[in-house]
């Protein structure tokens, strides 16, 4: 069944991690273009600062303290945008983090805590859109990574827990399709992001973690999410490095590996002791800030994603700059005749 999606400035947007990073950064984008939002997270005063300013801005908001692995706290937080606003269009599962260790270090319970997290937090909040947006029409947006596609040493279970999301994404929307429900599911595939992301890890490292390069800033990522929440679109890579490296594994596999053995284990260490080992494994993080304090350079935007979002438009752009550099070529050629 075709969907037809509501511009932003008609919407409702429930997004979950939304006191961070990705999430806040969406969040605050979405509410510029008039988005009602819905903030999820486990911070309550990054929460509340967050939705202070939208309102400060103009925008509208509520916050909901949940922890996405528990199912009938994030229920909340559909309860609060149908009490608050009259239901959702578009549900972003956003809330993720990370372990940096070799697999045989860490333990089973931080696994399964991070799993519950990144995978079960995401099935939580997809089950609870489905049974709103199958009458009502809309967009689920699920946050995987280049590691729903390729697996780095180091941070293995995180890996694991992004193929998992994309094997569940792809999944349910074909389930989906096949019943013609009215929900667009989009699965985004972000590179190295500069937000708090590795100060939020549990640490095993004798060094604090880094990302490895090349890393984008949190701005490409919400410009990509808020293009799902009113197009439909079945993937979407966010940075060229990210999508080369996906392409890359999948034809020669056993190079990527090669590649992942010798440069991403120095790749992903500061020069620097820990900060905070434990992160926000267990607990909130307390920081409330979109960018992070990558030591590299940051990308402004991917102009790979840009096209990617736009086809038609780039499409459009590229003939003319051909036709221009024809015409100038055909030029300079008759004043030299």
């Known amino acids: 069944m ?12 429930v997004i979950t991690g939304a006191s961070s990073g990705i999430g ?20 309550h005063d990054a929460l509340a600062q967050a939705e202070q300013e939208i309102r400060g801005a103009g925008g509208q908001a509520v916050h909901i303290v949940a922890d996405v692995a528990d199912k009938a706290e994030l229920q909340r937080a559909a309860d609060a945008a149908i009490e608050q606003f009259g239901g959702f269009d578009t549900w972003v599962n956003d809330a993720g983090l990370s372990i940096w260790g070799r697999l045989e270090e860490v333990t ?16 939580n909040g997809s089950m609870i859109a489905v049974n709103h947006l199958k009458e009502r029409g809309g967009t689920i947006i699920n946050l995987g990574s280049v590691a729903s596609d390729v697996a780095f040493p180091l941070q293995g279970m995180y890996c694991a827990s992004k193929h998992a999301v994309k094997g569940y994404t792809d999944a349910l929307r074909i389930e989906l399709e096949e019943e ?14 500069d937000t708090p992301f590795p100060q939020h890890a549990r640490n095993y490292m004798d060094r604090e973690p880094k990302l490895p ?7 490409e990522v919400a410009t990509a999410i808020l293009h799902a929440a009113t197009h439909w679109k079945r993937d979407i890579y966010v940075g060229g490095g990210g999508r080369m ?3 890359f594994n999948k034809h020669t596999p056993r190079a990527m590996d090669k ?6 284990f120095r790749q992903q260490k500061r020069d620097e002791s820990p900060r905070n080992p434990s992160g926000a494994l267990y607990s909130a993080g307390q920081d409330g800030r979109i960018r992070g304090d990558h030591p590299g350079m940051v990308r402004g935007t991917s ?15 590229l003939a003319v700059a051909g036709l221009a550099v024809a015409a100038f070529v055909n030029r300079d050629r008759l004043l030299k005749r």
């Open 213 to 219: 390069p090349p890393v984008y800033e949190p701005k």
């Open 24 to 43: 806040l950064a969406t969040a605050k984008m979405a509410a510029e273009q008039g988005a009602k939002i819905v903030l999820v997270s486990r911070n």
């Open 259 to 264: 590649v992942n053995e010798k440069f991403i």
């Open 180 to 193: 013609g429900a009215p929900i667009n599911v989009t699965l985004i595939k972000p590179a190295a992001i």
């Open 2 to 13: 075709a969907v037809k999606l509501k511009p932003l400035s008609e919407q409702v947007i």
């Open 245 to 247: 490296m996906s392409a």
């Open 108 to 123: 089973d319970e931080d696994h399964r805590r991070l799993f519950e997290t990144n995978f079960w937090g995401m099935v």
């Open 303 to 317: 102009l790979v994603t840009r096209a990617s979002l736009h086809p038609v438009l780039t499409s459009t752009v």
